[in-house]
């Protein structure tokens, strides 16, 4: 028996209600993978649309050999398909794009060499976006918050449009969260970046799927998930609060025992107000201890790598 031979590139393209675009993607994307001279397969991830996108998906696939479909149960969400799409895939080198046309298929080349030179993580880059200036705005809000939340260095004009090396892949398969952002995991995971810059093209067709509250429920998931810093949030306001209201307090009391030298006529509501902010504070630090110890059990149950070793950057070692 022959044994099958893996691809050189597996393409991954997480998708969901994306008929209308998905012949004009396959049209522009086969003839760039077939110019690359090696073997490549292309792996269409439905997410449970309830469009004709599976329909056009079974055409597509009865005619190449190459496009393969995995088509999820229900709609899961782009980060879980393009996680399933990457566990699948057999290639060499992963890339993964956007079924909206977004991605510019004319770049693969430049991140294959990016590849071939030696680079285990090759980034797309954005010279423009094509977006809504709200959307923008808030991408821009989000990962300025998620950078200092995280402490991972996320480029604000860097997308999903990337390539991985299969040492990267099987490093990203062993994580395990499920609330995920996978830009977020890949950098988590070190390897040096190489980039490509390209410029976004307009939608080939319909609508983007991501609406305000889904990406502000993405923005959320992602900072819990690869961060801790949301539970110390607490303390951060307690330390503040609780100095304050002590300041306050011995202020008053000395103010009351010295018999008012200052005029400052506290009334029992006064008195009552700061002993609440008083202990405000003190909860607010107590939760804030107990944040402590969740962190800690939040990073032991994330069963991720406890290190990544580079093996392309390890050389000489015996």
């Known amino acids: 028996m022959n044994k099958k031979l893996s691809p050189t590139l597996s393409v991954v393209v997480p998708l969901y209600n994306e008929a209308a675009s998905l012949p004009q993607l396959y049209e522009s994307l086969k003839p760039v993978l077939d110019g690359l001279g090696f073997s490549y397969e292309i792996i269409f991830v439905n997410d449970g649309s309830v469009d004709r996108s599976a329909t056009v998906l079974g055409e597509l696939a009865a005619r190449d050999r190459a496009v393969h479909v995995l088509t999820l149960a229900r709609n899961f969400g782009k ?28 770049a693969i080349p430049e991140f294959v060499d990016c590849w071939r030179a030696g680079a285990k993580v090759v980034v797309g880059r ?21 950078r200092r939340f995280t402490g991972i260095p996320i480029d604000l004009e860097t997308s999903d449009y990337r390539l991985i090396d299969r040492e990267v892949q099987a490093q990203f398969c062993t994580m395990t969260e499920r609330n995920r952002i996978t830009r977020g995991l890949i950098d988590w995971l070190g390897y040096e970046r190489q980039y490509v810059m390209f410029a976004e093209n307009a939608r080939l067709a319909g609508v983007p799927p991501y609406s305000l509250r889904k990406l502000f429920k993405l923005a959320i998931d992602s900072a819990i998930s690869l961060s801790t810093s949301p539970l110390y949030l607490t303390a951060y306001i307690g330390v503040v609060v609780l100095p304050l209201a002590t300041l306050l307090g011995l202020g008053m009391s000395l103010n009351f025992l010295f018999h008012d030298p200052i005029g400052l006529h506290a009334t029992g509501t006064a008195y009552v107000a700061v002993l609440l902010l008083f202990l405000i504070g003190l909860l607010l630090v107590s939760q804030g201890i107990i944040g402590l110890y969740l962190s800690h059990i939040h990073s032991e149950t994330q069963n991720r790598p406890l290190y990544v070793i580079d093996e392309s950057r390890s050389k000489g070692w015996s």
């Open 126 to 146: 954005r010279s423009n976006r094509q977006t809504s200036l709200l959307k923008h705005m808030g991408s821009r809000l989000f990962y300025g918050a998620f």
């Open 79 to 106: 980060e879980v398909a393009v996680t399933a799409g990457i566990h699948r895939a057999a290639g060499e080198a992963t890339i993964m794009l956007d079924a909206d046309g977004q991605h510019p298929v004319e």
